[in-house]
T-cell receptor, first 112, second 113 residues
Framework: RKEVEQDPGPFNVPEGATVAFNCTYSNSASQSFFWYRQDCRKEPKLLMSVYSSGNEDGRFTAQLNRASQYISLLIRDSKLSDSATYLCVVNVGSGNTGKLIFGQGTTLQVKP | DVKVTQSSRYLVKRTGEKVFLECVQDMDHENMFWYRQDPGLGLRLIYFSYDVKMKEKGDIPEGYSVSREKKERFSLILESASTNQTSMYLC????????????FGSGTQLSVL
């Protein structure tokens, strides 16, 4: 079983739709969690951290369920520009750099 | 804005060549990382450094070495390139104590023939 698992998709949705991705992790001692966005042939960029109580940034909402060991990303009112691959990242270490495990990513295609 | 610059966007080398990949960051970050990204495998950590002249092995260090002589520069060296090292190489940096919050360079697509 992979340490961090994501459904690779692609998720094809129309503009304006709400879409949600889940990511499961196997290490119950995981310290912190993140979502990154990676556009085609570009580098990953931090989208948002995921906090225990859930957090929102505009149209994006991230949630953490420690009991079931998954994190989620909800995108409301999808835009064409949201088309990208979304990487789930789990920190299973501690200290300065931690130990990051990247999921393989979920691809989102938003259609007009 | 933080800028992480990788010296080449595309690189083609022959098996057995010594290959240098350079990375420079301009935000005085303590931590620097080298990852490779392969389809179906995600990003995997090769080496990282948290200070000048300090280096730590990541998950897949075999066949690679690194050098950090200056804070802003972190070099990845393939001592004798092999075809299984064909990949996208991504450099990243982060400030001290911000585990998970990485700034990536635009990547080097290396092909070893």
């Amino acid at each position: 079983r992979k340490e961090v698992e994501q459904d690779p998709g692609p998720f094809n949705v129309p503009e304006g739709a709400t879409v949600a991705f889940n990511c499961t992790y196997s290490n119950s001692a995981s310290q912190s969690f993140f979502w990154y966005r990676q556009d085609c042939r570009k580098e990953p960029k931090l989208l948002m951290s995921v906090y225990s109580s859930g957090n929102e940034d505009g149209r994006f909402t991230a949630q953490l369920n420690r009991a079931s060991q998954y994190i989620s990303l909800l995108i409301r009112d999808s835009k064409l520009s949201d088309s990208a691959t979304y990487l789930c990242v789990v920190n299973v270490g501690s200290g300065n750099t931690g130990k990051l495990i990247f999921g393989q990513g979920t691809t989102l295609q938003v259609k007009p | 804005d933080v800028k992480v610059t990788q010296s080449s966007r595309y690189l083609v080398k022959r098996t057995g060549e010594k290959v240098f990949l350079e990375c420079v960051q301009d935000m005085d970050h303590e931590n620097m990382f080298w990852y490779r990204q392969d389809p179906g495998l995600g990003l995997r950590l090769i080496y990282f450094s948290y200070d000048v002249k300090m280096k730590e092995k990541g998950d897949i260090p075999e066949g690679y070495s690194v050098s950090r002589e200056k804070k802003e520069r972190f070099s990845l060296i393939l001592e004798s390139a092999s075809t299984n090292q064909t990949s996208m190489y991504l450099c990243a940096s982060s400030p001290w104590g911000t585990a998970g919050k990485l700034f990536f360079g635009s990547g080097t697509q290396l092909s070893v023939l």
